[in-house]
């Protein structure tokens, strides 16, 4: 006879709590290949200090997406400008623009763990020092840029940082989990977080979220500080410079992350502006107030957060060049949609589609440059990333206002739509071109096969085993960039 209850560990848990079930609820409702595949969509969180990771994280993205949407309307209160909005936004992020990649630099030589620990910190006294204006009335629109471009200063400094630090906390071959898991968490903060401030804003007031916000960097600190961690392996120190040329020769020396970077800066400068232009848009198109913009928030965060979620579980059965390529088209074409629509409902639902495929976008452009690069270079390589995403922001927030202050906010969504999908037809056209072979390549000394390794001429539908849903290791450091294939 089965014992009624059985103790069964939860795959998502933030401190590895056993939780009691019932053992023929579990094998009625839980098959074993549905079994297997939770365990792989969570198979980071084996790892203790990644939960950790994890779990302090998601708050502290909780609170700093309250922020974003109350900061946001505050300073469209403050100014009723489209253009001043996107300023704070460009503010905030061009230290980001002159000082990551130094950062990047500073992430290969330091404990990441306690570097982070210091950046968040920071992030926390800038937080209450915005709460603490607003509270008492005395904020002002320069008060918030200058506190902006502050925020911007740490966080050149904490975003490589922190993704460097991720490949620390698991094992190799559950680094694209993690990564995965990570973007989960963003977007279903993403959702919650909005909707937490709409309500406050509502009940409260602005100044509610900012509190908010700097309490929830208490989470992740405790869960930091909780990590046992070993300590860095003091290797030589180049010269800065030089450092920083080394993380840019390898991006550039390699076909796939030349083409990633690419993409990845198109959609920084044209297509990720447009959450920016939010509130403009929930104000003078769809003619709704704060609770309806934080449901346009909200619905890019449900969407972001399935597709993370999908890609944990099924990303490792398809190829994830295609998987790029197609939800960087799909991107585009929704945001062209956007830009005519004025239904609150239609809305609702392109934001959706919008935030899904914006999240497999930076997923798998993130987990492709990081499995690729060598160790000694990964901080320097996210370094890169980062210079891209947030760094080329300001120039996508000043483009995105001033369309939007002279042309309207459909004209900036639309004309941000069709350049995206002209990037992604130039990165197919250029990964379409044939791929040299027999290059040494200069990170590893190993030979780049024109026609690519077994895996790669695998196609669409991979291996035998990636078919059929096993596990598979992620591979080192790979020799060149991989082909598109062909279709």
Known sequence: MHPPFTVYRSPFPPFGYLLPVSSTAIASTLPRAAALRLRSTFAALRHRNYRLFLFGQFVSLCGTLMQQVALGWLVLELTDSPFAVGLVTTLGSLPILLLTLYGGVVADRVDKRRFVVLLQSLMLLEALILSVLTAFHWVTVHWIMALAAFAGLVSAFEVPTRQALVIDLV????????????????????????????????????AACFFANAASYVAVLVALLMMKTEAPARGSRTNT????????????????????????????????????????????????????????????GLGAAAGALGLAGFGKRYRKERLLMLASSLFGVTLAFIAVVSSFSASLALF????????????L??????????????????????????????????????????LGVRYSIGLGGAACCLTVAWVAWYLGKSRPG????????????????????????????????????LPPAPVRSRPLPSA
Not at 356 to 361: D, P, V
């Open 241 to 300: 410079i030089a450092a920083m040329k080394e993380g840019f020769r390898y991006v550039l020396d390699n076909r796939w992350p030349r083409a990633l970077v690419v993409l990845i800066a198109g959609f920084a400068v044209f297509g990720f502006p447009f959450m920016i232009m939010a509130p403009v848009f929930a104000r003078d198109v769809l003619g709704v107030g704060a609770s309806g913009y934080a449901a346009l928030v909200s619905a890019i």
């Open 365 to 406: 452009g993130n987990t492709l440059l990081q499995i690729q690069a060598p160790d000694h270079l990964r901080g320097r390589v996210m370094g890169v990333y980062s210079f891209l995403v947030l760094g080329l922001a300001p120039l996508g927030s000043l483009q995105a206002g001033f369309v939007s202050e002279h």
């Open 438 to 473: 027999g290059q040494a390549d200069r990170w590893t000394g190993r030979a780049a096969v024109a026609g690519g390794s077994g895996r790669e001429q695998a196609g669409a539908g991979g291996s035998s085993r990636e078919q059929a849903g096993e596990e598979l290791p």
């Open 171 to 206: 094992e190799r071959e559950d680094l694209m989990n993690a990564i995965a898991l990570n973007s989960s968490a963003f977007n279903v903060a993403r959702v919650i977080g909005p909707a937490l401030a709409g309500g406050l804003i509502a009940a409260v007031g602005l």
């Open 352 to 363: 959706t589609v919008a935030g899904w495929t914006m999240a497999a976008n930076g997923i």
